[in-house]
């Protein structure tokens, strides 16, 4: 009966043993497949941030290229160096003998802003303007006090201020030569260039 006893007790034992072991290989199986499903994501993110890097690289790309495209060369020099045009650029407008940013002036100037912030490098010359009524003197004020203006609400949105250069033109620059309020409304605005050393 202790001789059954202990060969009962002994492979108990043995299969104890084989059965510890098994479930030791078993954890390592499952630690090893955690560690390569940790692995394959950790790489899949890596990939993928790659590819959003790329993709941002691409549309900076892009964006230059677009506003080199629509930059067109004026006569006339700017204040500070060659000046150029650019369709992506909207002019705004004020009412008569204001300098205010009008409500719908103020979603033009974030268009521009977005524009101007993918492309950190474009210096502008913002162009104050008036319509003829007034005295010379009182224009080039009220102009210049419409491009600073507009150079505050650019700089609000994040565009730097040393980047955007003021100068009025009064009244002497009229974008409409005709003496009703259709063209004195046209003439009343400012204008953005972009200006190249």
Not at 14 to 34: A, D, H, P, R
Not at 41 to 70: C, D, G, L, P
Request: proline residues 2%; hydrophobic residues 35%.
């Amino acid at each position: 009966m202790i001789r059954r006893s202990s060969t009962i007790l002994i492979v108990l034992l043995c299969l104890g043993l084989i059965l510890t072991g098994c479930l030791k290989k078993t954890g390592g199986s499952v630690q090893g497949e955690e560690a390569a499903r940790l692995e394959a994501e950790r790489t899949a993110k890596e990939a993928q941030e790659k590819e959003v890097a790329r993709m941002r690289e691409e549309e900076a790309r892009k964006a230059k290229e677009e506003f080199e495209k629509s930059l067109v060369a004026k006569r006339e020099p700017g204040i500070e160096g060659e000046v150029y045009e650019s369709k992506l650029l909207k002019d705004v407008h004020f009412d008569f003998d204001k300098y205010d940013i009008r409500p719908g002036d103020a979603d033009i100037l974030k268009q521009n802003a977005a524009v101007l912030l993918k492309y950190p490098a474009a210096k502008i010359q913002m162009e104050g303007h008036c319509d003829e009524r007034g005295t010379v003197e009182y224009n080039l004020a009220l102009g210049e006090r419409r491009a600073h203006n507009t150079r505050n609400y650019l700089k609000s949105l994040g565009v730097s201020s040393d980047r955007i250069s003021i100068i009025s033109y009064g009244k002497e620059r009229p974008l409409d030569s005709g003496h009703s309020e259709e063209s004195w409304a046209k003439n009343r605005r400012a204008h953005c260039i972009i200006v190249s050393k």
